[in-house]
């Protein structure tokens, strides 16, 4: 039996190596690109003095207020409702997909292909590849972002039903009952609040995301904030980014209390 001392000792030099290997990468990266390290990162302090200078709200911005809080309730609404959606499609698609309460294994297959598929391609990529297709619109953003979520959220939802129904589905079927019978008074009662955990996740992810969308798609508060930007009026876009912080912050302390409530 290995000794504690060595154990430890070969534990070190493995962690040692792989941090080796890490730098190394980062090392051989910024010369293959050219990068300055130095300079890189004696410019971080000069960019965060440029944008607490430029971007510092001013009296004059606030004129900008209805307009921003109008977009961002779009941004909001927009991101809870393709989580919702999202959400309804993927438990779903996830009772099918999980070992648990799937049907067959080819099923199973399928919906973890398209789980993993939906999950792996970045919002940025559906963005653009929904924008040639719908153009600038609200339907764009929605679509990138319900399209994005059903990924997450089918694989999230699949394994909350194995790791908390699994014992109930087994008993409930020694006892004679249907299928249909355990899903709806057994298993989606069981694994509900964790479902309603991962649905107040995402919302509060896509409110972010939706912003990125926005920049994309040309709607909500990311298309304001990109006007504003672009047209140098950098102490509006500094309000847009603050209106923003408040409402991220407000959303996730009324998922914390909810999450407190529901688990």
Do not use: C
């Not at 910024?30 to 130095?38: A, G, H, R, T």
């Not at 876009?237 to 998922?255: D, F, K, Q, R, Y």
């Amino acid at each position: 039996m290995q000794s504690p001392t060595n154990f430890l000792k070969h534990k070190g030099w493995h962690q040692t190596a792989i941090i080796a290997i890490i730098g190394g990468t980062y090392i051989f990266a910024s010369w293959i690109l050219s990068f300055d390290n130095l300079a890189g990162f004696t410019a971080i302090p000069r960019a965060f003095a440029w944008l607490g200078v430029n971007f510092k709200p001013t009296a004059s911005s606030t004129e900008f207020l209805p307009k921003i809080w109008q977009k961002l309730l779009q941004t909001v609404l927009l991101a809870i409702s393709s989580t919702v959606v999202a959400s309804a499609i993927s438990i779903f698609v996830a009772l099918l997909g999980s070992k648990v309460t799937g049907i067959n294994g080819t099923v199973q297959t399928i919906v973890r292909g398209i789980a993993s598929f939906f999950r792996n391609i970045p919002l940025v990529a559906w963005s653009m590849i929904l924008l040639f297709s719908f153009k600038q619109s609200d339907f764009t953003g929605f679509l990138a972002l319900l399209l994005l979520s059903i990924g997450y959220l089918i694989r999230a939802f699949m394994e909350i039903i194995e790791d908390e129904a699994s014992e109930t589905m087994l008993a409930l079927k020694a006892t004679g009952a249907s299928y249909f019978q355990v899903i709806f008074q057994a298993v989606l009662p069981q694994i509900l609040p964790s479902i309603l955990s991962w649905i107040l996740y995402m919302i509060e992810n896509n409110v972010r995301d939706a912003t990125l969308v926005g920049i994309l798609t040309g709607t909500g508060i990311g298309f304001i904030f990109d006007v504003y930007f672009k047209s140098f009026r950098y102490d509006a876009a500094g309000m847009t980014v603050l209106a923003i912080i408040i409402v991220v912050i407000a959303l996730e302390t009324i998922s914390n209390q909810i999450r407190r409530v529901i688990l």
